[in-house]
């Protein structure tokens, strides 16, 4: 596995800590509005945010051992190359 540089450490872990964090979350609040009959169209955006969000910070993960976080300078072409093609989608969907 390679290496990871400057700050793709802190990305791996963050991203480490909010998909679990956020899956159980969203679950546990599923739950319970499907045990108690309370299911709402709420309940449907906040599962399609959680589909989108997921993959998408999930993506973080193969970017930061491709060079994700790494100062500019450090890049090879190849690498740089390689960055760009598996960073998240996420600014195709984000709103700002």
């Given at each position: 596995?390679?290496?990871?540089?400057?700050?793709?450490e802190t990305l791996v872990a963050v991203v480490g800590f909010f998909i679990p964090t956020c899956t159980i979350l969203v679950a546990l609040?599923?739950?319970?509005?499907?045990?108690n009959r309370n299911w709402w169209w709420d309940d449907w955006l906040v599962l399609a945010g959680w589909a989108l969000f997921v993959p998408s910070i999930a993506l973080l993960i193969p970017a930061a051992y491709n060079g994700l976080g790494m100062r500019d300078?450090?890049?090879?072409p190849s690498e740089k190359s390689t960055a760009l093609k598996v960073r998240p989608p996420a600014p195709?969907?984000?709103?700002?």
């Open positions: 596995m390679k290496e990871l540089h400057d700050r793709a609040r599923l739950w319970v509005r499907w045990r300078g450090h890049y090879t195709l969907y984000h709103l700002h």
